[in-house]
């Protein structure tokens, strides 16, 4: 467990509280790049605690601005667009996509407010179908280029999943957690007569085992029964991110008691040839909005994975108080997430850089996470694979160069999880 301060400090994402200040220096994707049109080329939206404007330009370049005019707080939402500029509708106070204010036209020639003042604003790239935003201090690191975003030989999905209502750590803490797909996911689906969705993850569960990686945690787990073996995956990206085989989450803090999960899926062309449109600085991939969560009666339908984790995270509470939870083995990735995240929190607090950030262009082609899945086979869906995804030519790492003498491996004991979902079920109904 962790301590009300310990907790305090993993979970407070605001300005200028400790992990707000670390998670402000990564990029983090805001918006499909295709939900700001010419028609509604302006959006409010709310990221880590500040309300803010973002607009795009008629020359297509994106400005976000604090909602709140420095000069007596109207809504810029409601301002006029010009140039690149955007205009207070109270007064005129028109300021650039930096917040520097162009005009202030009440005010004398000679008035210094407008070389003074400079109102918050943030830089926006557009890339791999997405809106970014950086909010920390400069030099801002580089916009990573993951190799999901910049794969040419299929196409992107953008999923906007339902609006979380607790702090983002209770998502992040889930893809460290590796035990949790057998209950929520599989043994739910097999209880509910839904056995085949749950892919192979109600097989007979034996181990599991964690290990850093240059970009945050890689997971294995093995399983016995008629398809038994070892796969590795489900990377752990660190600051914010889960990578799946065919996708990657982000889980954006609106604040500390909401949470935004953005998702690209990728889909391959089935000859494998280059699609027509395959520039990740220029695409916008149609987003979609997951249905929700929630069924007549009020409570979580759990038809899917994601209603499941959403029905686990939010019925901790807002924001969880971990004084009062009872770690196990299981929760080995969870206590090791943990860690880490404290130890970069302190490292920003003592002005240095956290880990996994970017500055040297030329390591920021396609940054390689593929490699570290392990692919499942066709016929085995659904485990630790889909199939072909990534480009043909991506080397997969054997155990051998995955894993090393850091890597911390844990066997299940006899019982519900050892005998598998069926079995288990099975000896219920004796």
């Not at 035990?179 to 892919?199: D, K, P, S």
């Amino acid at each position: 467990m962790l301590t009300a301060e310990e907790n305090e400090k993993l979970t407070r994402i605001g300005p200028r509280t400790p992990c707000g200040n670390f998670l402000r220096r990564y990029w983090q994707p805001i918006l499909g790049a295709s939900e700001l049109t010419e028609d509604h080329p302006k959006l409010r939206i709310r990221v880590m605690g500040e309300d803010l404007v973002l607009f795009k330009s008629a020359d297509g370049s994106y400005g976000l601005v604090r909602e709140q005019c420095s000069h007596r707080g109207c809504s810029l939402f409601y301002g006029f667009l010009e140039d690149a500029n955007i205009r207070c509708p109270y007064h005129g106070w028109m300021y650039d996509q930096a917040g520097k204010i162009v005009e202030t036209p009440f005010e004398p020639e000679q008035s210094l407010l407008k070389h003074t003042l400079r109102h918050p604003a943030y830089p926006v790239q557009k890339y791999g179908g997405f809106l970014w935003t950086y909010m920390g201090p400069e030099p801002a690191p580089l916009l990573p280029h993951w190799d999901i975003l910049e794969w040419d030989h299929g196409v992107r999905r953008i999923e906007i999943r339902r609006e979380l209502a607790c702090n983002w750590l209770q998502a992040q803490e889930n893809t460290a957690d590796i035990t949790h797909t057998y209950f929520l996911h599989a043994y739910n689906m097999a209880v509910r007569g839904r056995a085949r969705e749950a892919g192979g993850f109600g097989r007979p569960f034996h181990a599991y085992g964690f290990q850093w990686f240059p970009w945050g945690m890689v997971k294995n787990w093995s399983y016995g029964g008629e398809k038994s073996g070892s796969w590795w995956g489900n990377l752990l990206v660190f600051p914010n991110m889960l990578r799946l085989e065919n996708s990657m989450h982000w889980r954006l803090p609106i604040d500390d008691t909401h949470t935004k999960i953005i998702r690209v899926e990728f889909v391959p062309n089935p000859d494998g040839s280059r699609s027509e449109i395959s520039d990740p600085r220029t695409e916008e991939p149609e987003v979609v909005y997951e249905p929700t969560w929630i069924n007549e009666a009020g409570e979580y339908h759990q038809d899917t994975f994601s209603s499941q984790d959403g029905m686990a995270w939010e019925t901790q509470g807002p924001i969880f108080d971990r004084t009062r939870e009872h770690l196990g083995q299981g929760d080995t990735g969870v206590a090791m997430l943990r860690q880490v995240l404290s130890d970069q929190i302190d490292a920003v607090a003592r002005g240095d850089d956290p880990i996994c950030l970017i500055r040297d262009p030329d390591q920021n082609h396609g940054v390689d996470l593929a490699s570290w899945l392990r692919e499942a086979p066709p016929d085995r869906g659904g485990v630790g694979g889909i199939g072909q995804v990534a480009p043909a030519d991506v080397r997969r790492r054997t155990f051998e160069e995955t894993f090393d003498e850091s890597y911390r491996e844990f066997e299940i004991a006899p019982g519900a999880a050892r005998a598998g979902v069926f079995e288990h079920l099975a000896n219920l109904k004796r």
